[in-house]
């Protein structure tokens, strides 16, 4: 299947800081990419769906200003977070997919953020 | 409200055993039901896709079944092994917002003991 990095794979800062996360496509285009967030023992939460070239589509709760999403190329995401707090502490991952692989999702190996 | 309910927090079973899963939905009407292995500190592996249209798909040792009516998916892991334990998750495919979005269930954590 597709590959997905994320970089960093671990990110410790203090809080009121800025993060950012790098989701890449290795070798294919991907037309859509979405971030999650995962807290422990829990279920993936969809953040935001980004399409590359467009504004990123936030989920209801999710603060598009705190999260920003940049979609800049079709192998390159960013989830920035901004001024981050120990409550944002948690592990985010990113999906892929491409044009055409309608119903496929590539999974990053998630990044483990931890907010001091 | 829409849920994605699966079975238990923790499954343990012996080797060799089947190990079967379980995942319940509500308020959805999903074209496909995917399941995915989560090791921890990982990001999720996509396993299987099954169709509305499909009662049961299979590949190597993983069956899955897709109820419509009863809105559950089932899955099967026969002769299992230790390498088999993570957490599986089953996933729905939601069109809102004119989006294709996967909404997952919690997970249920397999343990196969040897």
């Known amino acids: 299947g597709a590959v997905v990095s994320q970089h960093p794979s671990r990110v410790i800062c203090k809080s009121g800081t800025s993060v950012k996360i790098e989701c890449r496509s290795l070798?294919?285009?991907?037309?859509?990419m979405f971030w999650y967030r995962q807290f422990p023992k829990q279920s993936l939460m969809l953040m935001a769906t980004?399409?590359?070239?467009?504004?990123?589509?936030?989920e209801q709760g999710v603060e598009k200003d705190k999260f920003l999403i940049n979609h800049a190329s079709l192998t390159l995401s960013t989830l920035t977070v901004t001024s981050a707090h120990p409550e944002d502490s948690s592990f985010y991952i990113c999906?892929?997919?491409?044009?055409?692989?309608?119903?496929?999702?590539?999974f990053g190996p998630g990044t483990r953020l931890t907010v001091l | 409200s829409q849920k994605i309910e699966q079975n238990s927090e923790a499954l343990n079973i012996q080797e060799g055993k089947t190990a079967t899963l379980t995942c319940n939905y509500t308020n959805y009407s999903p074209a496909y039901l995917q399941w995915y292995r989560q090791d921890p500190g990982r990001g999720p592996v996509f396993l299987l896709l099954i169709r509305e249209n499909e009662k049961e798909k299979r590949k190597e040792r993983l069956k899955v079944t897709f109820d419509t009516t009863l809105k559950q998916s089932l899955f099967h892991i026969t002769a299992s092994q230790p390498a088999d334990s993570a957490t599986y998750l089953c996933?729905?495919?939601?069109?809102?917002?004119?989006?294709?979005?996967?909404?997952f269930g919690a997970g249920t954590r397999l343990a196969v003991h040897p």
């Open positions: 980004s399409n590359e070239g467009s504004k990123a589509t936030y």
């Open positions: 999906s892929a997919r491409s044009q055409g692989t309608y119903n496929e999702q590539f």
């Open positions: 070798d294919f285009q991907a037309t859509t």
């Open positions: 996933a729905l495919r939601s069109l809102s917002g004119g989006y294709n979005k996967l909404i």
